[in-house]
């Protein structure tokens, strides 16, 4: 691993911040979301409703807690963080014409607190954090006017931190706008505020949403290096291989072509062109989707210069759906070659690398880990411990997995960052109780705890690791 080599964490705005209406934010798309869990899934209202617990509201206190946190970052040897900017903070309304100061002042202030410490920021711009008045307004992504908007909401923080922020990110995990799967509700929601369930025409909606969200960021891309030639910019996507569930070659076929569901907006970001194979599918289905000459210039120049990956798991594709049975997300079938998490995901460290792989040979472009790490029930003892050598466990195999990546196949990855430091908010189920961090944070899901802050036992193993393989790098 070369010397900057980024090790670090990644957090995201609606899932730790809380203050969800402090320094004139407006109300977002998750700030409608009530906690859900294993077997209920999070509820998407209309309105606040009194009776309702919606987590994003408190998060884990993050804005007024950052201080706190970075510093426990910098004890662990973190040299990267990435956070999101919520686009609400900024234009409470998201279609304004000027920002709102108090939001880029809180932004600058967090920003600043990792620079004074020497971590990287990697400012990820849209992580499931849109102004709910752009759905209400404009019908969402749908809309192409969503494109404009967006771009105003890039330029000014790209304009306002440019020199204090180098690393950006255009979207997280787009790729979740997946159909007729048994969580589409909640995941096209994340994606862009809109319940699968309740879209007139779901095909061309999500035709349309995945085509203008690739066309905001390949935008996004020129925008940045147009305002600073060092802006290294990137999207996230969040990607569990698809295996076949037996050699039959109808199913590695259907297992192949279901995998290559996530990549069409990865191509259509890395290959200057929205993909040639997608139009025709969208043809066949009776959509058509305009593109100008101006977008393909776009799509020519916008190409990202790296691809995060966030991976937790891998799947295994059903031969055929039983009655009644949905495709899911999280992994149609069990893998019985796998252990799973209490969350039902297959503990998959192979997959890592297999992923890695696929990643580097298809685009020839830098990786970075953006996001992994094992959802658990953590356990806080009367002495204000916690034993969670099940995590470090996890982790070990994924960095092993990772840096033979790097060794042995010789893929290019410049950091690993693990999802949620601290203990925060899950973005699928809404719970405290899914802890994925070092940190663990005194809140129950019912919004019960005073939220401090203790170590866990994988707090004193990460930082011993990052310090063994920084150490080992001086040695080469
Ligand atoms: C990723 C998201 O998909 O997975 C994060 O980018 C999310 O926002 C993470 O929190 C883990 O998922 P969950 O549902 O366990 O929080």
Not at 377 to 385: A, F, S, Y
Request: glycine share 8%.
């Amino acid at each position: 691993m070369a010397t900057n080599f980024l090790w670090g964490g990644s957090i995201a705005a609606h899932q730790c911040e809380g203050s969800w209406q402090a320094g004139d934010k407006g109300p977002a798309i998750m700030d409608f979301v009530t906690k859900g869990s294993k077997q209920s899934a999070r509820e998407i209202t209309s309105t606040i409703l009194s009776d309702k617990e919606y987590p994003s509201h408190k998060g884990i206190d993050f804005y007024n807690r950052y201080q706190e946190d970075i510093a426990l970052f910098k004890e662990m040897g973190f040299t990267a963080l990435r956070i999101s900017i919520d686009w609400s903070r900024i234009f409470p309304k998201g279609d304004e014409t000027l920002p709102n100061q108090t939001g880029l002042d809180y932004y600058e202030r967090v920003i600043d607190t990792l620079i004074e410490n020497k971590i990287e920021p990697i400012v990820t711009l849209y992580h499931f954090e849109m102004p709910i008045h752009l759905v209400h307004a404009y019908g969402s992504w749908a809309n192409r006017q969503l494109v404009e908007f967006y771009l105003h909401y890039c330029e000014t923080v790209m304009r306002h931190f440019d020199g204090k922020v180098k690393y950006w990110v255009t979207f997280n995990e787009t790729n979740h706008l997946v159909p007729e799967t048994q969580e589409a509700d909640i995941f096209t929601y994340l994606v862009a505020g809109l319940k699968y369930s309740e879209m007139q025409n779901p095909d061309e909606e999500l035709a349309m949403i995945g085509y203008h969200m690739c066309l905001a960021s390949v935008k996004a891309v020129r925008l940045a290096h147009e305002i600073n030639v060092d802006n290294v910019v990137g999207c996230v996507f969040g990607l569990n291989p698809i295996y076949p569930v037996n050699c039959d070659p109808e199913n590695v076929l259907k297992a192949y072509l279901e995998n290559e569901e996530d990549y069409y907006q990865i191509d259509a970001m890395c290959n200057g062109a929205f993909p040639r194979y997608k139009l025709q599918e969208y043809k066949k289905k009776g959509i058509e989707i305009f593109i100008s000459e101006e977008d393909k210039q776009d799509f020519k120049m916008g190409r990202i210069d790296f691809i995060g990956l966030n991976y937790y798991m891998s799947s295994v594709s059903a031969p055929k759906l039983e009655a009644g049975e949905g495709k899911s997300i999280f992994g149609g079938m069990p893998n019985p070659y796998l252990a799973q998490s209490k969350w039902g995901w297959g503990i998959d460290s192979v997959g890592i690398r297999y992923t890695m792989n696929y990643l580097y040979r298809k685009y020839s472009l830098p990786l970075i880990i953006t996001e992994n790490g094992l959802g658990a029930i953590d356990t806080l003892g009367e002495d204000k411990t916690i034993h969670d050598q099940y995590r470090m466990d996890y982790l070990t195999k994924h960095i092993d997995a990772v840096e033979k990546a790097m060794k042995e196949d010789n893929v290019e990855c410049f950091g690993y960052l693990v999802w949620g430091p601290i203990d925060l908010v899950s973005a699928s189920t809404g719970e405290m109780s899914k802890r994925y961090g070092f940190i663990y944070v005194d809140l129950d899901d019912a919004g019960n705890g005073k939220m401090d802050r203790y170590k866990k036992d994988s707090f004193y193993w990460f930082k011993e690791t990052i310090e063994r393989k920084k150490a080992g790098n001086v040695k080469k």
